[in-house]
């Protein structure tokens, strides 16, 4: 019997275990922060091109070791740079970043090999090595095969796939360009193919081009309705484009056609912004107890970990990253949401830590603003600014290797930078897509520049569907209470403490003082 979901709607089947089905690439989500569509800045995009290194003689370019290292010590000088000349400085920063982080670019020369049948991506390398965490040998493996097996279009296909996870991994934008690069290889090799189809879509998502990302799903569904990537990235367009509705039945079907973890946590996650978190949790267990790569297992640990954070429980979220990172010691979601947890639970000094080791290698935008944010609570306001500033070198860099960005700018911009841009972001990005996530960062960057009364509507909406989001309840509550409407001011912020009394160090602290005030004025 299917259990009811717990809103009183009618039963709804759970997703079904999916031990017998292969997948077909690593996981990705839509859970983390969105990014919009942003304009690539001109000397960034010239210094893209002329980074690239030249085609290597079999035609696939091999990673440079070490690129890491290189990377974020170009961020860092980036920074440095936008703290001193940051109104005139910041094109040329996302040129620097756009040269450093192009090491091992895939490149594609004039090589040919005699006809010969394709071989299947397995071949080369196994869809569970790239879910197993060892993702740079996934990619190694496949650079070799194909320099033997060069039309092999479903290699080509998997190599894309294999960047965008590696991107979606290590935080680095500009694999975003070699994995398209190796997608439109493998559909000149076919037109028609479903793995670069969905590779295509999945590549789409990733840079959050949704539009294009559900175009991408529906063409490779058209030829394979059983492809399991063009299922998943098409729940997880809808989700992202705010059509809720939708996004729930094509979890359905998705289910119904090729049940395993990648469907469940789009499952999950559908189910969770409409309020439903039991289910959410059920389905995540469900998909726990299902994997056995480490990959899985530290991607679901990881999903567990954040949903019951979100709903206060911090030692149940301790609990699952600890197990995220057994599986894999530097799963990048497992680190960051392992911090949040220690700084949640009065633990700040292990969570700075944390957090400083995360960005050392992973400068991105949700752990600076979140180190920030914990500099400036034990008083350290020059460190603090440096998160920041990394912040805009990273959304430069995103923008010039094709990520929309503005969701990422309005967010951080609201409450550590330029309040007018953060608004201009929020606005171009609520044009684009109407999503909850979308509706908040509205709602706060009109708060932030004085518009509340205009900011009042999309603060609902944010709220609308369920979602327990302590940060919406907060923007909600103190938009409310800019607007005279002091009883749901009370209500939301103190629901939003209730909910994850640890959600912000710095949103907490407002909410406490906000909502204090407003008790001494009943």
Not at 94 to 123: E, H, K, N, Q, W
Not at 265 to 279: C, Q
């Amino acid at each position: 019997m299917s259990p009811r979901t717990n809103d009183g709607e009618p039963e709804r089947e759970l997703p079904r275990t999916g031990q017998d089905h292969d997948s077909e690439a690593a996981s990705t989500t839509s859970q983390g922060t969105p990014v919009p569509e942003g304009t690539t800045p001109e000397p960034a995009a010239e210094a893209a091109r002329a980074a690239a290194p030249p085609a290597a003689e079999d035609g696939v370019a091999v990673e440079a070791d070490g690129d890491v290292d290189v990377r974020v010590a170009a961020v860092r000088r980036v920074a440095a740079a936008g703290r001193r000349w940051r109104s005139v400085q910041l094109g040329a920063c996302a040129a620097m970043l756009a040269v450093a982080m192009t090491a091992g670019a895939i490149a594609f020369g004039a090589a040919r090999d005699r006809d010969s049948v394709p071989v299947v991506a397995a071949a080369a390398v196994s869809p569970g090595l790239l879910a197993g965490g060892d993702i740079d040998a996934g990619i190694t493996a496949l650079q070799a095969h194909l320099r033997a097996q060069p039309k092999d279009l479903g290699s080509w296909a998997t190599l894309g796939l294999a960047y965008v996870e590696q991107a979606r991994t290590k935080g680095d934008p500009s694999r975003y360009p070699q994995a398209e690069k190796a997608l439109d290889r493998s559909l000149e090799l076919r037109s028609d193919n479903d793995q670069a189809l969905a590779g295509r879509a999945a590549l789409a998502a990733a840079r959050h081009d949704f539009p294009g990302a559900l175009k991408y799903a529906d063409q490779a569904l058209e030829h394979n309705p059983y492809n399991e990537r063009a299922l998943c990235s098409r729940v997880d367009a809808l989700v992202e484009l705010g059509r809720y509705e939708e996004a729930q039945k094509a979890a359905v079907t998705a289910d119904r056609r090729r049940p395993g973890i990648p469907v469940f946590t789009r499952y999950a996650y559908v189910h969770e912004l409409r309020g439903d978190v039991a289910t959410a949790r059920r389905v995540l267990e469900r998909a726990l107890k299902a994997a056995s790569s480490p990959g899985d297992i530290a991607y679901v640990s990881a999903q567990l970990g954040q949903l019951v954070w979100n709903q206060g429980d911090y030692d149940g979220a301790l609990t699952y990253y600890a197990r995220a990172l057994a599986a894999d010691e530097n799963y990048l979601p497992a680190l960051e949401g392992r911090a949040r947890a220690q700084a949640a639970s009065g633990r700040p000094a292990e969570a700075v830590k944390g957090l400083e080791q995360v960005v050392a290698r992973f400068p991105l935008p949700g752990p600076l603003v979140e180190l920030g944010e914990l500099y400036e609570t034990r008083g350290d306001a020059a460190k603090a600014e440096d998160q920041f500033t990394l912040v805009d070198a990273w959304t430069a860099l995103a923008r010039a290797n094709g990520v929309n960005a503005d969701l990422d700018t309005a967010l951080a911009a609201a409450d550590h930078g330029d309040k007018a841009a953060a608004l201009r972001a929020a606005r171009a990005e609520w044009d684009r897509r109407r999503t909850v996530h979308t509706a908040d960062a509205l709602a706060w960057a009109l708060h932030v520049n004085g518009k509340d009364a205009e900011a009042l509507p999309y603060a609902r909406q944010a709220t609308a569907t369920g979602y327990r989001n302590a940060a919406f309840l907060y923007h909600r509550g103190m938009i409310e209470r800019a607007t005279g409407h002091a009883a749901d001011a009370r209500a939301h912020l103190s629901a939003a403490l209730k909910l994850n009394p640890g959600f912000s160090a710095e949103g907490a602290r407002e909410a406490r003082a906000a909502l204090k005030t407003l008790e001494a004025d009943k």
